[in-house]
């Protein structure tokens, strides 16, 4: 599977693709805190398990335990073959898991 900001703009659809480099960006962005106070709630999440400063089962468990984020879809990457891994983020049936060879960062 290959996405780029690129299928973004040749949709037939308005799409606004955000792209933020760590964990902790990402929770500030979906809170509308710091530098993102005046971003909206995403319709889908894009999650690499593998961020930086705070990792993506980090991330996805404050979504999960956020009242008006938990129900927004979250589609998650990773090239772990770790069996728990899977597991965590498969129990909710809103999370789609794609493991990706080249990671996520090459989605992009």
Known sequence: MH???????SSKTLSVLTVV???VEAMDFLHQAGSYTNA??????????NLPR???REVLAEIKGDAVLKRI??????????????N???RSERELLHREAGGPRSLF
Not at 73 to 86: G, L, M, N, Q, W
């Open 3 to 9: 996405v780029s900001p690129e299928a973004f703009k």
């Open 21 to 23: 480099k760590d964990g």
């Open 40 to 49: 909206g709630k995403p319709d889908l999440i894009l999650l690499d398990l």
């Open 54 to 56: 705070k990792d993506g």
């Open 73 to 86: 879809p979250v589609a998650v990457f990773t090239t772990s073959r770790a069996e728990k891994d899977i």
């Open 88 to 90: 965590k983020c498969l």
